[in-house]
């Protein structure tokens, strides 16, 4: 069945960066878009940045656009989130996902989509 692993969620001042990792299995990684999500305490689960199967389009949140960075290594079967200049409002927690909707700077995951792994926590503090 799918599983995605994320972590290297962790603790840092404003400005700082982080590089989050999803590893997948069960499931022709090389296949499909992948997604990260984030869900912030009492918000929805917003879609932060997809890339394709291929890696070779990628579509962000207007937020984080020209901080976050999302690619892909279909040998290793993992997708990476690099988050550059953090800020208070980054503080959540980060989910990968399997074939999200993209549509410009609207990601949206598939309907009734329930392959959620535990999620890496990332806090923005001073």
């Known amino acids: 069945q799918v599983q995605l692993v994320e972590s290297g969620g962790d603790s840092v001042k404003p400005g700082g960066s982080l590089r989050l990792s999803c590893t997948a299995s069960?499931?022709?990684?090389?296949?499909?878009?992948m997604g990260w999500f984030r869900q912030a305490p009492g918000q929805w689960r917003e879609g932060v940045a997809c890339?394709?199967?291929?890696?070779?389009?990628?579509y962000y949140e207007n937020s984080v656009n020209g901080r976050f960075s999302i690619s892909r290594d279909n040998a290793k079967n993992t997708v990476y989130l690099e988050m550059n200049a953090l800020e208070p409002e980054d503080t959540a927690v980060y989910y990968c996902?399997?074939?999200?909707?993209?549509?410009?700077?609207?990601?949206?995951?598939?309907?009734?989509?329930?392959?959620w792994g535990q999620g890496t926590q990332v806090t923005v503090s001073s």
């Open positions: 996902a399997t074939d999200p909707i993209c549509m410009g700077s609207r990601i949206d995951p598939q309907p009734g989509y329930q392959h």
């Open positions: 890339i394709d199967d291929r890696g070779r389009r990628t």
């Open positions: 069960g499931f022709p990684f090389g296949a499909h878009a």
